[in-house]
């Protein structure tokens, strides 16, 4: 392990060349939309970082947080609302709320990626654009890390980067996506009794692009389980920045 | 360039069959329409306090229900990700229901109204569900349980039909989490109950796919090629090979009726389920209503079931296969039940007749070998070369298929008789091995083993004798000389199994 590294890599930003992105689920019609170049950070955010946060906003403090915005479990592994206790400040912040992670993202300018945002980024390999969710590599490290058991993330950095210069992207944890429910909007009229949404008995399989793909379908899967107020340990984010304000 | 099936929709949802219209507090499952075929399928409302349903696991099974009206049950599932052993040294990270594989058995009657909560634990990496297939309703559940870890997630059904069903994780990749034994059984009693017997077991059969080749040691990371390739690494009952092996086989007395709940998880492969020296009385076939009387294997589709019963009428260990054999023999699909109880001769003698049959491994001549030698016997001595010359056609007609004929085994399936530390150094203990047969770890040549070597009981006392003596012979072996007098003394003290020769 090399504290160096996630020391000098968290919080800096790199930028994500703009470019076609095909949706694991498009819609209809669509095979690619255009992602248009944005910043990210160059890794998750850490323990550190969320507890500078919380110190300047004490309205996302564990304890203070309005239940609406974060269930029980929101920053439980911490010794106390503003004390890390024996948790690794550069690990990754997970137990975090969607309302929570915006709020940081906001307050460095920033918001949460979008979904096409996100995977765009995180589909780029170690010298191209796209082809991550094609790398048997990129999926063993996913599986290897489901497969790690009972352990919680270790400091950001410690892997190489992908081309745009983004760590862990795959096999740390699970981020936060600004639209990370738009796949649920038709839970909301289940009432409806739309017909083609039983085309989704086979969990998802039918509409994806890629049936072979297990980590993407993880990865939705994942999201879609999720509510805004959701804090898992597992679970951390990253911000995007849009160029020009 | 991916292929690129048709897109459906812009809105996309990813646990199973989304179209569920319940809600949780919404359902009044009072109001269910049957439309199904069984008897008196709605009960009327539950009746009574709510009861809180015991769960088992396998391969335990909960009690009769007992009760002559619906209930209201109760029923907390927790959902946990944990790596253990999927065979001697191999570890594995099996997502569970309950904490193991296969899940905890859930025993209802038929008309309870079943209020499920699916607790899916804080340190979970992966969202689950549950489909019950016990479930008269779209996705069986699974949409309205669909769970974050850390969060816990209710809904409600009325159990119309009677039978015995799998339940699953319908989470996509759904193959993925099925294969890693999100599974388990929910047995429907009819409103009647079950004839009762002596004995009920719990057994599921499952297929694993490991990165590792069958028994590589290490923490072993999912296949998803193998998975999809149907290739499977591992096949096993219980979730583990061994799991119904040595002590923990399960245990029956003579006269005694079972009853084997049997589950096959899948992902892919179909159960040919078979008790090695028994008959079924009774199968309820695909865990439905009727039955099938005197079957010897029953099929146990994935993501189906089966109900067994027999009497065991003989004392000994019945093996539990998956008749598809090299299942059995080389992925793990094999359990025992161990018969306890004084013998019943009438019906298995044991040993009868002993003659010399060689068939088609043997050299020709062979039976001229083994019969010169055991004139010489008779006759009062032996010579080393008559020994050698009749067990080398009893080798090759007994030993070879698993040692191989030129003793060297089968790297971690069959250790090696050439050069091997272990039969060198005692004769007695290889006599011993040969008539009561092996059954657990073995370290031949620096090398472990974890099998079973079924007992060779059929040979004579001077066949044996033959056979070791040829074996010590042969391939740098330390030249031993083995007499059937030191086999007959071997044999008397020792335990004998019975009926154990397949
Ligand atoms: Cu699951």
């Not at chain 2, 146990?300 to 019945?318: C, F, L, N, Q, R």
């Amino acid at each position: 392990m090399d504290p160096g590294a996630a020391l000098a890599l968290s919080g800096l930003t790199v930028l994500v060349p703009a470019g076609e992105h095909r949706p694991f689920y498009p819609s209809p019609g669509q095979e690619t939309v255009q992602v248009a170049t944005f910043a990210m950070d160059a890794t998750p955010v850490t323990h550190a970082e969320v507890l500078a946060f919380v110190r300047d906003q004490p309205q996302w403090q564990r304890g203070r947080v309005k239940r609406l915005f974060a269930d029980e479990r929101y920053l439980s592994s911490w010794a106390g609302p503003t004390d890390l206790g024996t948790l690794d400040p550069l690990a990754p912040a997970t137990e975090l709320s969607w309302h929570a992670a915006r709020a940081f993202c906001q307050a460095q300018g920033g918001d949460l990626p979008t979904v096409h945002q996100w995977e765009h980024a995180a589909d780029a390999t170690a010298d191209a654009p796209t082809g991550a969710r094609q790398d048997p590599a990129t999926l063993s490290l996913i599986l290897d890390w489901y497969g790690r058991g009972d352990t919680p993330p270790g400091p950001v950095a410690q892997g190489a980067p992908n081309l745009h210069g983004l760590y862990d992207t795959h096999g740390l944890i699970w981020e936060w996506t600004l639209d990370f429910n738009s796949l649920l909007i038709a839970s909301d009229a289940r009432e409806g009794g739309d017909q083609d949404r039983m085309r989704f008995c086979g969990a998802g399989a039918i509409s994806a692009i890629d049936p072979a793909d297990y980590a993407s379908f993880m990865r939705f899967a994942f999201r879609s389980s999720l509510k805004a107020d959701s804090t898992t340990r597992d679970l951390g984010f990253r911000c995007a920045y849009p160029l020009s304000p | 360039m991916l292929p690129s099936p048709r897109i459906f929709l812009s809105v996309v949802l990813l646990s199973a069959c989304q179209g569920e219209p319940a809600s949780p507090e919404g359902a009044d499952p009072a109001k269910s329409v049957v439309s199904k075929g069984s008897s008196g399928a709605d009960q009327g409302p539950p009746q009574g306090e709510p009861v809180r349903a015991i769960l088992t696991q396998a391969p335990a099974v909960p009690p009769p229900t007992g009760r002559n009206a619906p209930a209201k049950v109760i029923v907390e599932l927790e959902v946990r990700e944990v790596v253990k052993p999927i065979s001697e040294g191999v570890d594995y990270t099996f997502w569970t229901f309950g904490g193991d594989v296969p899940g905890s058995f859930i025993r209802i009657r038929q008309g309870d109204t079943v209020e499920f909560h699916l607790q899916n634990h804080p340190s979970s990496k992966m969202p689950h569900n549950i489909d019950l297939h016990a479930v008269t309703g779209p996705g069986g559940g699974a949409a309205s349980s669909f769970t974050a870890p850390g969060h816990e997630s209710q809904f409600t059904f009325k159990a119309l039909n009677a039978g015995l069903y799998v339940y699953h994780c319908a989470t996509a990749p759904v193959g993925m989490h099925v294969a890693n034994g999100m599974y388990g059984l929910i047995l429907v009693e009819p409103p009647e109950g079950l004839p009762p017997v002596d004995r009920e077991y719990y057994v599921m059969q499952g297929d694993f796919y490991t990165v590792g080749k069958y028994r590589e040691k290490g923490l072993q990371p999912f296949d998803m090629q193998k998975a999809i390739e149907e290739n499977a690494t591992y096949v096993v009952f219980n979730g583990a090979e061994g799991a119904l092996v040595g002590d923990k086989a399960l245990q029956a007395n003579v006269g005694e009726t079972v009853r084997l709940y049997i589950g096959n998880g899948g992902p892919n492969l179909v159960s040919s389920f078979h008790v090695i020296g028994e008959i079924f009385d009774k199968v309820y076939y695909e865990g439905g209503s009727k039955t099938q009387e005197n079957v010897q294997t029953t099929l146990v589709p994935a993501g189906g079931s089966a109900i067994v019963e027999y009497k065991v009428e003989a004392p000994g260990t019945y093996v539990l296969v998956d008749h598809s054999l090299f299942r059995a023999f080389n992925k793990g699909a094999l359990g025992m039940m161990k018969v306890d109880g004084g013998d019943a001769l009438e019906i298995y003698s044991g040993k009868e007749v002993d003659s010399v049959y060689l068939a088609d491994k043997a050299e020709p001549g062979a039976g001229q070998a083994v019969a010169q030698a055991s004139a010489e016997l008779a006759q009062g001595s032996v010579t080393l070369a008559s020994q050698v010359a009749a067990g080398q056609a009893l080798y090759a007609g007994t030993c070879s298929t698993c040692h191989q004929a030129d003793g060297k085994g089968l790297e971690g399936i069959f250790p090696p008789l050439a050069g091997s530390d272990f039969l060198n150094a005692d004769p007695l203990r290889a006599a011993g091995i040969v008539l009561t047969g092996l059954n657990g770890p073995v370290t031949v040549n620096g090398k472990e083993y974890n099998s079973v070597m079924p007992p060779m009981s059929q040979l004579n006392d001077d066949e044996v004798a033959n056979i070791l003596t040829y074996v010590y012979s042969q391939w740098g072996n330390q030249g031993h000389v083995v007499t059937a007098d030191q086999v007959a003394k071997v044999r008397a003290s020792a335990a004998m199994p019975q009926g154990a020769a397949h």
